[in-house]
């Protein structure tokens, strides 16, 4: 089992870009699919990005493709979340997660982290 701490929430205004990290704890980090949740205020959780061990196995919701970037480092058992040209509707607290591959972590099977709270002001 891997345990998820995300940082780097905040507010930011429409336009900016912000950075979520996620630390996992666990010497078997490199081998889960890692990815990223969000739930904004009255909505479900839905799925933002995902990737495997390595960069050639990513996905994207078609939302965020082009803006955010999904990354890993596997050495410092880190996950991130680049995200730019924020708009208001990605205001969420967003989610860490880990799975056995990508297809278990884009269903929201696996582990999940507390979340952290991305406010993006127009």
């Known amino acids: 089992q891997v345990q998820l701490v995300e940082s780097g929430g905040g507010l930011v205004q429409a336009g900016g870009s912000l950075t979520l990290s996620c630390a996992a704890s666990?010497?078997?980090?490199?081998?889960?699919?890692m990815g990223w949740f969000r739930q904004a205020p009255g909505k479900g959780r839905e799925f933002v990005a995902a990737?495997?061990?390595?960069?050639?196995?990513?996905s994207y919701a078609d939302s965020v493709k082009g803006r955010f970037t999904i990354s890993r480092n596997n050495a410092k058992n880190m996950v991130y979340l680049q995200m730019n040209s924020l708009k208001p509707e990605d205001t969420a607290v967003y989610y860490c997660a880990a799975g056995g591959n990508v297809a278990a972590v884009v269903a929201g099977s696996g582990s999940w982290g507390q979340g952290t709270q991305v406010t993006v002001s127009s």
């Open positions: 666990g010497r078997t980090f490199n081998y889960y699919a």
């Open positions: 990737m495997g061990w390595s960069a050639g196995s990513t």
